[in-house]
């Protein structure tokens, strides 16, 4: 069994005054009253007992109520890799107790998109478990039992005020700037008082009895020593009037019956961690360690969001984001290895990762080396892969007729290098099959190619084709093409720049690309293989040759629009 992250974890809470005594809860018939007394609530080093058996126990507990955001998912991921890096288990729940935003359409895309990042669950909707049921939906009559627990034992009384009072308590608080804490009278109500309310049939809320004074302290495996006074917070609510519970209820009840060792949660939850704590204290249970995570930020250091773009996972995968391409960028939102290795896959990441090393400050969500990640792992799937995922794309859009063979394989290879994303491979091969020559020679940048000499290369260009030379070169293949272009070269006495830059303009139309060689032989294939589509505008080598001859290269010397009637042949 794995060893447990060392650290000070919240398994026991103890009181403590300048006596060492517990404030004592004084009973007079069923009413209780808690003496005012000085104290602090901190942790105590013992076992924790949230284990089972010694083993880690974590939990990722999203709400069904939208899509699976970026930094769920990376909640989501620590947790994984602490539980698998531990050789603990890594459970699932669902907090559905929002009743009115809570839907099962967005239950299931939080699942598939946690099983599309190889997020697998071992315990959870689908899965099961020894410690379900698994929706906080399907565990209201365990709610109510510690509810009802925590009625007896007078850490929670009845309150019957109404929105309007509670209302006013918040206005004379704010007049009076003072935190708005519940100064109702029903913490200290009689036995006659609730029993009168009881018999009026008056609706009533189940609140929890906050001590006055004092403070409590965590020792966060991340972010370290946190504390908060008691005296901001004031009784809160564990039940609602309509018997459905509160959300810091339920999880404490949860997380301690369910076993959990450690809660590994966004930064946002640490204010929950005082209610919490305190319930758990009352409930008798022992504390999980404690580990809040920062907020993923946007390039402005605003919490990301929707303004921002893509921000859920779902996003991302419909733009051709790969899953280990996802897991590998959000892991590096807080966490490192100490090394200068960006590159993972999920097992090193599980291998290397430590709790330690989360850092503590937000960290920046950056599209564009996201971006440049997904294209590292694309490049990196195994060729066989790669060629089926992309040529079933082109097939799939329509730019080719068939998802595999020679063209495919060796367009794949050609083209790579600038794919960062799957459907990046649609332009890039549209672009290779296009011919914007016009565009080109009128441009800023191909003047300097206008100018020197190109309509001679051009001439040249033209006998060979219609001699049958370089057809004859390009049906050789890459060693056909290179005899043909030296020998090309000494005809002209140009070599290097001055030779393939006229060349890959008169060929391709473009001024940069891939290899030139490699992309006119894939443009004489996939003119003589019939593998690409009529929607795919492709400009074959004939019909490159054909508006070559079309261009008048001294009014294009001009600047004059010389190449529209090439164009329009073209077309």
């Known amino acids: 069994m794995a060893s447990i992250v060392a650290a000070t974890p919240w398994s026991r809470i103890r009181t403590i005054t300048k006596l060492e005594l517990a404030p004592p809860i004084f009973l007079q018939s069923s009413v209780y009253y808690c003496k005012r007394r000085r104290f602090s609530v901190a942790a105590s080093l013992s076992t924790n007992t949230n284990k089972v058996d010694g083993q880690v126990r974590v939990r990722f507990a999203p709400s069904p109520t939208g899509n699976?955001?970026?930094?769920?998912?990376?909640?989501?991921?620590?947790?994984?890799?602490?539980?698998?890096?531990?050789?603990?288990?890594?459970?699932?729940?669902?907090?559905?107790?929002?009743?009115?935003?809570?839907?099962?359409?967005?239950?299931?895309?939080?699942?598939?998109?946690?099983?599309?990042?190889?997020l697998d669950w071992d315990e959870g909707p689908g899965v099961g478990g020894d410690y379900g049921p698994y929706r906080q939906s399907e565990r209201n009559s365990l709610y109510k039992q510690y509810a009802d627990k925590l009625l007896e034992s007078g850490h929670v009384y009845r309150c019957f005020c109404s929105n309007e009072e509670l209302e006013k308590m918040k206005e004379i608080a704010k007049l009076k700037q003072l935190p708005p804490v519940y100064t109702g009278k029903w913490a200290t109500a009689t036995d006659a008082e609730v029993?009168?309310?009881?018999?009026?049939?008056?609706?009533?809320?189940?609140?929890?009895?906050?001590?006055?004074?004092?403070?409590?302290?965590?020792?966060?495996?991340?972010?370290?020593?946190?504390?908060?006074?008691?005296?901001?917070?004031?009784?809160?609510?564990?039940?609602?009037?309509?018997?459905?519970?509160?959300?810091?209820?339920?999880?404490?009840?949860?997380?301690?019956?369910?076993?959990?060792?450690?809660?590994?949660?966004?930064?946002?939850?640490?204010?929950?961690?005082?209610?919490?704590?305190?319930?758990?204290?009352?409930?008798?249970?022992?504390?999980?360690?404690?580990?809040?995570?920062?907020?993923?930020?946007?390039?402005?250091?605003?919490?990301?969001?929707?303004?921002?773009?893509?921000?859920?996972?779902?996003?991302?995968?419909?733009?051709?984001?790969?899953?280990?391409?996802?897991?590998?960028?959000?892991?590096?939102?807080?966490?490192?290895?100490?090394?200068?290795?960006?590159?993972?896959?999920?097992?090193?990441?599980?291998?290397?990762?430590?709790?330690?090393?989360?850092?503590?400050?937000?960290?920046?969500?950056?599209?564009?080396?996201?971006?440049?990640?997904?294209?590292?792992?694309?490049?990196?799937?195994?060729?066989?892969?790669?060629?089926?995922?992309?040529?079933?794309?082109?097939?799939?859009?329509?730019?080719?007729?068939?998802?595999?063979?020679?063209?495919?394989?060796?367009?794949?290879?050609?083209?790579?290098?600038?794919?960062?994303?799957?459907?990046?491979?649609?332009?890039?091969?549209?672009?290779?099959?296009?011919?914007?020559?016009?565009?080109?020679?009128?441009?800023?940048?191909?003047?300097?190619?206008?100018?020197?000499?190109?309509?001679?290369?051009?001439?040249?260009?033209?006998?060979?084709?219609?001699?049958?030379?370089?057809?004859?070169a390009l049906e050789e293949g890459h060693a056909g093409w290179q005899k043909w272009v030296k020998g090309f070269g000494k005809t002209l006495k140009r070599k290097g720049k001055s030779l393939f830059m006229p060349l890959r303009v008169l060929l391709t139309g473009k001024l940069h690309g891939p290899d030139m060689g490699a992309s006119i032989l894939l443009i004489h294939k996939a003119g003589t293989h019939g593998i690409v589509s009529p929607r795919a505008e492709f400009v074959t080598l004939d019909e490159r040759f054909k508006m070559l001859r079309q261009v008048d290269w001294e009014a294009l010397k001009k600047d004059q629009p010389a190449l529209e009637s090439a164009a329009a042949t073209a077309n």
């Open 68 to 118: 699976l955001h970026v930094g769920g998912a990376r909640t989501a991921l620590f947790n994984y890799l602490f539980a698998r890096s531990k050789g603990g288990k890594f459970v699932l729940r669902i907090e559905d107790t929002d009743l009115e935003r809570s839907t099962k359409e967005s239950e299931e895309a939080v699942l598939q998109d946690l099983s599309w990042l190889g």
């Open 195 to 472: 029993q009168k309310e009881l018999e009026k049939g008056t609706p009533y809320t189940y609140r929890f009895r906050v001590p006055k004074d004092g403070s409590l302290k965590i020792s966060d495996l991340i972010r370290g020593e946190v504390s908060w006074n008691l005296d901001t917070l004031g009784d809160f609510v564990i039940m609602r009037s309509n018997g459905q519970p509160v959300y810091n209820f339920c999880v404490t009840v949860d997380d301690a019956t369910m076993a959990i060792s450690h809660v590994i949660r966004a930064e946002e939850h640490l204010p929950n961690t005082l209610r919490q704590a305190l319930i758990y204290k009352a409930l008798g249970f022992s504390m999980p360690y404690f580990a809040h995570v920062s907020l993923i930020l946007a390039p402005d250091r605003s919490k990301l969001s929707k303004r921002h773009g893509a921000t859920s996972v779902g996003q991302f995968r419909e733009m051709g984001y790969l899953p280990q391409a996802m897991v590998n960028y959000l892991a590096l939102l807080g966490w490192g290895d100490g090394t200068e290795n960006e590159f993972f896959t999920l097992e090193q990441l599980v291998e290397k990762f430590t709790i330690e090393r989360v850092n503590k400050s937000g960290a920046i969500f950056d599209s564009t080396k996201l971006r440049w990640m997904n294209g590292q792992h694309l490049r990196a799937i195994p060729s066989n892969e790669l060629t089926k995922l992309i040529g079933e794309r082109w097939k799939s859009t329509g730019i080719l007729t068939e998802s595999k063979g020679p063209f495919v394989d060796e367009a794949i290879q050609l083209l790579k290098d600038g794919i960062d994303l799957v459907p990046d491979s649609d332009k890039a091969l549209s672009n290779l099959l296009s011919y914007p020559l016009r565009d080109t020679l009128t441009s800023s940048e191909g003047k300097s190619i206008v100018e020197d000499n190109l309509s001679e290369v051009a001439a040249h260009l033209l006998a060979a084709y219609d001699g049958g030379e370089l057809l004859a």
